[in-house]
């Protein structure tokens, strides 16, 4: 009579849980949310100039795949100018770009310093440094050297020219020397020639 009085609870109590079951399975796959891809943006690229002059820093379209764009800063024809370090300062439009990574080139040949990251204070600006060892003497650059290689996301459509700012200006954009006075200090080249910058768009 015991057993008689407490089965049939059981028996209910796990109908129920069957139901409960089979209701929520059905609500989780009712509920379930996708979301729409990221925007995607077809990159483009155009060099400002064609022909790059002799004791120059210029920048060209190194290639563009899907969204990304690659802009390579070459040195060309030092001249007599014995290079030891280059500090690049660059303004480019975030909204339609973003900095994705940057890899150093051969231009300097075997640099022991290599910095590229966007102005801590200016999202609108990157800051690239390239040096040889203290004291070294430095390399002179023939024909035209990859100093530096940036790899952008177009992330907006429009078009964003980049710029060197600051040329042949402390802080700035410039090439340096050995400071023939002092050998642990560097100078700037002058006359180094910054032409117009790449234009990378999207639509």
């Given at each position: 009579?015991?057993?008689?009085?407490?089965c049939p609870p059981c028996w209910l109590v796990a109908s129920l849980l069957v139901t409960f079951v089979a209701c929520s399975g059905g609500g989780e796959e009712?509920?379930?949310?996708?979301?729409?891809?990221?925007?995607?943006?077809?990159?483009?690229?155009?060099?400002?100039?064609?022909?790059?002059?002799?004791?120059?820093?210029?920048?060209?379209?190194?290639?563009?795949?899907?969204?990304?764009?690659?802009?390579?800063?070459?040195?060309?024809?030092?001249?007599?100018?014995?290079?030891?370090?280059?500090?690049?300062?660059?303004?480019?439009?975030?909204?339609?770009?973003?900095?994705?990574?940057?890899?150093?080139?051969?231009?300097?040949?075997?640099?022991?310093?290599?910095?590229?990251?966007?102005?801590?204070?200016?999202?609108?600006?990157?800051?690239?440094?390239?040096?040889?060892?203290?004291?070294?003497?430095?390399?002179?650059?023939?024909?035209?050297?990859?100093?530096?290689?940036?790899?952008?996301?177009?992330?907006?459509?429009?078009?964003?020219?980049?710029?060197?700012?600051?040329?042949?200006?402390?802080?700035?954009?410039?090439?340096?020397?050995?400071?023939?006075?002092?050998?642990?200090?560097?100078?700037?080249?002058?006359?180094?020639?910054?032409?117009?910058?790449?234009?990378?768009?999207?639509?």
């Amino acid at each position: 009579m015991i057993a008689s009085r407490r089965c049939p609870p059981c028996w209910l109590v796990a109908s129920l849980l069957v139901t409960f079951v089979a209701c929520s399975g059905g609500g989780e796959e009712d509920d379930e949310i996708f979301l729409p891809p990221p925007p995607t943006f077809a990159a483009r690229c155009t060099d400002g100039v064609s022909v790059l002059p002799s004791g120059s820093v210029a920048m060209q379209c190194a290639g563009v795949s899907g969204s990304m764009v690659a802009v390579n800063l070459v040195i060309t024809d030092t001249g007599s100018e014995r290079v030891v370090a280059a500090a690049l300062d660059l303004g480019f439009n975030p909204p339609v770009a973003t900095l994705e990574s940057c890899s150093v080139g051969a231009a300097l040949a075997s640099p022991v310093a290599f910095e590229c990251d966007l102005a801590n204070n200016n999202p609108a600006e990157i800051l690239i440094s390239v040096s040889r060892q203290t004291q070294d003497p430095g390399v002179q650059v023939t024909g035209s050297q990859i100093l530096a290689t940036l790899h952008f996301r177009m992330s907006g459509t429009g078009a964003s020219t980049l710029t060197f700012l600051g040329q042949n200006a402390p802080n700035g954009s410039a090439l340096l020397r050995r400071d023939p006075g002092d050998p642990t200090q560097t100078q700037i080249i002058p006359g180094t020639v910054f032409p117009t910058g790449v234009t990378i768009a999207s639509s």
